[in-house]
Antibody
Framework: EVQLLESGGGLVQPGGSLRLSCAAS????????MSWVRQAPGKGLEWVSAMSGSGGGTYYADSVKGRFTISRDNSKNTLYLQMNSLRAEDTAVYYC??????????????WGLGTLVTVSS | QSALTQPASVSGSPGQSITISCTGT?????????VSWYQQHPGKAPKLMIYDVSNRPSGVSNRFSGSKSDNTASLTISGLQAEDEADYYC??????????FGGGTKLTVL
């Protein structure tokens, strides 16, 4: 059974930084692309970033490009999201999601429970 | 990276069928078969209901079906049940190698 467990969320001031982690189990981690998807309070889903299974390909939404960095450690079955220069509009529940394919963000098919990030002074 | 266009809300009575549309462009929905649909109940994580336009993951009821014509994808739910009441989102791979979601549709079962 696929399990994804996010951690690292919390309250941070505007301009601050936070690092999210996603511990994966139940599948061959390096064989699938992984994504971060966020959902602001009362709003819809917004794809944030993805990384290919090997880690050689990284993809970002325009809204976070240059501020967020995705990475993965296939030896630890863990996905990360380093978030810098945080803004109020980054406030959201951040979900980690496993994709059906290995290279690009095409079809997230399993999701974690999410971790809440609140950017406020 | 504009969001795909979905109706804000749809409704139907138990036993009826409803269809939710998802309109994009030739750079996303119209250009790739990586179109998916997700169901999200309040306070829960999204659940994949349809992938690759019309395929159902194991365990998803055959009351759910998907299709696509040009730049518009559709999700049809037949034999509506109370438990189907939820938010539904479409997504598509894009020509920029990114993923884009629709704005979401709230389904009310009357």
């Amino acid at each position: 059974e696929v399990q994804l467990l996010e951690s690292g969320g919390g309250l941070v001031q505007p301009g601050g930084s936070l690092r999210l982690s996603c511990a994966a189990s139940g599948f061959t981690f390096s064989s699938y692309a992984m994504s971060w998807v966020r959902q602001a309070p009362g709003k819809g889903l917004e794809w944030v970033s993805a990384m290919s299974g090997s880690g050689g390909g990284t993809y970002y939404a325009d809204s976070v490009k240059g501020r967020f960095t995705i990475s993965r450690d296939n030896s630890k079955n863990t996905l990360y999201l380093q978030m810098n220069s945080l803004r109020a509009e980054d406030t959201a529940v951040y979900y980690c999601a496993k994709d059906r394919v290995v290279v690009v963000p095409a079809t997230p098919d399993s999701w974690g429970l999410g971790t809440l990030v609140t950017v406020s002074s | 990276q504009s969001a795909l266009t979905q109706p804000a809300s749809v409704s139907g009575s138990p036993g009826q069928s409803i269809t939710i549309s998802c309109t994009g462009t030739s750079s996303d929905v119209g250009g790739y078969n990586y179109v998916s649909w997700y169901q999200q109940h309040p306070g829960k994580a999204p659940k994949l209901m349809i992938y690759d336009v019309s395929n159902r993951p194991s365990g998803v009821s055959n009351r759910f079906s998907g299709s696509k014509s040009d730049n518009t994808a559709s999700l049809t739910i037949s034999g509506l049940q109370a438990e189907d009441e939820a938010d539904y989102y479409c997504s598509s791979f894009t020509a920029s190698s990114t993923l884009v979601f629709g704005g979401g549709t709230k389904l009310t079962v009357l």
